[in-house]
């Protein structure tokens, strides 16, 4: 067999991959080091943040997840002990600090017509809290500004808590007692502040 030169070029150049594969790959050497030192100056090296990302649930909503997911949002929780300091003379009503109180005398006069009524007769006041947050969710869906929530009169338990209920929820605007063709006596008319009027989704 004949060594020719070229052959030789050949080893040399397998030994030196051979060299470089059993050489752990990352190594950089010190007059590499200091070649870029004095190239860059002074260094911070990094911190490696490895980011994994997060799975997904492989489990398929149901209709009964967004059925859950829906009650949830449209509870809101009404305080009992809650004892706001409102009119006892005269018809119930209120006005949110801002809100132009000339809005409340249009809720009297009949001005606006409600959107949406929810008759409370027959619910005790866990039942009509609940009901009561369910309509005020609904009226952000809705788009109904105006509501009328008939609460009778009976022996006065839902007639006092309704509009102590209804002070403490952020969308009330104003209320006042209903004009006799909504209820009157027994019934509120609310103002409700929508948060998006345009978007009708």
Sequence with gaps: ???TAAMKDNDSLRSLLKKQQKSPKHTVSENDKMLFSDAIGKVKPMVVDTIHPVKKSSKPKTHFDDKKNHQAKAEFHFSDEFEPNLNKKGPMQYVRDDVDSFEVKNLRRGYYAPDLILDLHGLDQHQAKKEIAALLFACQKEHAQCICIVHGIGSNILKNK???????HPDVMAFHQAPLEWGGNGALLALIELK?????T
């Design 1 to 3: 067999m004949i060594y």
């Design 162 to 168: 309704v509009p102590h209920w209804l002070v403490q």
């Design 196 to 200: 998006d009027k345009f978007n009708k």
